[in-house]
């Protein structure tokens, strides 16, 4: 039993789930996830008082048994699917509620249903499952709070297992490799730096674009070593190959999310620019919004300590996502870049242009840089350079190019 609440714990769901499996008896799981932690120094934790409420609420529902699989993580399980919905609404209506004292606390928790069991082999498949859809319902930020789990759910789930799975080995073989695409400056009139952008390769040689890897890379946590994997290789290449000789004055690199809230992503890039006696003013990191007041307290620490060494800092994908102006004032950047999207959707829309007008001039108005993306054809780079903007890259100078071929590129650029 978990001590804390009477219900079954983890051990007894892995026990009880297996027999069933096993004995191929049909039952249903819904499970509910929601922050149940007490610890006094997490500002999301529920207090004891609305545990204990919340506790014995729980554990007057009939028809169910009710496991605590993990700290935030109660799973109802069922023999009877219209036991499941039944008790699915009653738990719904309280949950409408608040709880606690002076009924101050409103809890709101996501909920996954599981009712065909025949879709999983063993039970801990059931605790990797639930794992699986908390992280997806975190990351894709919907608000969405009940999800079915199903055999797409299933196949998602091993599709991503098997990118992991090759990412392993890639970080392993060094299958990785940095394309760089070369930025314009309207100003200078030529190319005057670069964005590094990582592709990996199998066994066979083909290469696989970021948009398979990353977000598996973010899931899964890899994305910090991988992180710095790719910046030793951007730093490797500016110490041997000097790009500065070619008029590039700086490479932007992505972070992701992920590495930001790392507390020692600042400290790990220091001793990589060290290692290799990279001055710091060549280095530009781009980073990208988040909503998230404790990731944003990171990003802050280690934007400060990477600052003060002298790096410097790009927003991208801005026009995507919630483009909080705000954010921009708040963050320590020096150049914004224009998503293709907005870039896209000036051309295509008045109103779109009426906001990115208006954008572009605040944000000059602080006296930062813009970098335009996916700048296709002539014409749309003409529009972009007679709007003022200081930086164009895309597809109508250069794709991201291997390294030889970059190099190949700007010296003829
Ligand atoms: P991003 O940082 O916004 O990079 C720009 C993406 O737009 C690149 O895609 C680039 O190839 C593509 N692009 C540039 N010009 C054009 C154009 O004219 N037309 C079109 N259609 N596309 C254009 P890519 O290389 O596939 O990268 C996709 C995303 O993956 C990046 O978006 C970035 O968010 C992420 N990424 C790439 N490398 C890394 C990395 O090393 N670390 C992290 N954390 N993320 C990375
Ligand atoms: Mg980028
Ligand atoms: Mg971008």
């Not at 930086?391 to 590129?409: D, T």
Request: aromatic content about 12%; charged content about 25%.
């Amino acid at each position: 039993l978990d001590w804390k609440t009477g219900f079954f714990n983890q051990n007894a769901f892995l026990l009880y789930t297996g027999q069933q499996l096993f004995q191929k008896r049909e039952f249903y799981l819904l499970c509910m996830s929601c922050s149940l932690g007490t610890s006094e120094n997490t500002s999301s934790g529920t207090d004891e008082i609305v545990f204990k409420e919340m506790t014995r609420f729980i554990s007057k529902i009939s028809g169910t048994k009710v496991f605590r699989i993990t700290e935030n993580e109660i799973v109802f399980l069922f023999f009877d699917k219209e036991e499941e919905e039944r008790v699915y609404r009653q738990l719904r209506s309280r949950f409408k509620k608040p709880w606690g004292k002076g009924r101050m606390h409103i809890i709101r928790p996501k909920w996954f249903s599981l009712t065909d069991t025949g879709i999983v082999n063993r039970a801990e498949d059931l605790l990797e499952l639930f794992q699986y859809m908390l992280q997806k319902s975190i990351g894709s930020g919907e608000d969405n709070d009940y999800s079915v789990i199903d055999g797409s759910i299933i196949r998602e789930l091993n599709q991503e297992k098997e990118v992991e799975q090759l990412l392993l080995k890639a970080m392993k073989q060094d299958w990785i490799e940095v394309f760089f695409q070369p930025i314009y400056s309207t100003e200078k009139g030529q190319f005057v730096s670069a964005e590094a952008l990582t592709r990996i390769h199998d066994a066979s040689g083909n290469i696989i674009p970021p948009n398979m890897f990353i977000e598996v890379a973010e899931q899964t946590g890899l994305i910090v070593k991988l992180g710095e994997m790719v910046f030793e290789k951007v730093c490797r290449f500016i110490q041997r190959e000097n790009p500065a000789r070619y008029g590039i004055e700086y490479i932007e690199v992505n972070l992701s999310l992920i590495q930001c809230g790392f507390d020692h992503l600042a400290e790990g890039f220091i001793n990589i620019m060290k290692k290799y006696d990279i001055d710091p003013n060549y280095i530009n990191l781009e980073i990208t919004e988040t909503a998230s007041l404790n990731e944003k307290r990171t990003l802050l620490t280690n934007m400060k300590a990477l600052r003060e060494f002298g790096v410097s800092f790009s927003l991208d994908d801005f026009g995507t996502g919630h483009s909080n102006l705000n954010y921009i004032v708040e963050m320590p950047v020096d150049i914004v870049k224009f998503d293709r999207d907005m870039i896209q959707s000036y051309f295509h829309s008045e109103k779109a242009k009426y906001v990115m007008d208006a954008a572009m001039h605040m944000i000059q108005g602080m006296q930062l840089q813009i970098v335009s993306e996916g700048i296709e054809t002539k014409e749309q780079y003409r529009v972009m350079e007679k709007l003022g903007i200081s930086y164009i890259q895309g597809y109508y100078f250069s794709k991201p190019l291997p390294e030889r071929e970059f190099l190949e590129f700007i010296s003829n650029g």
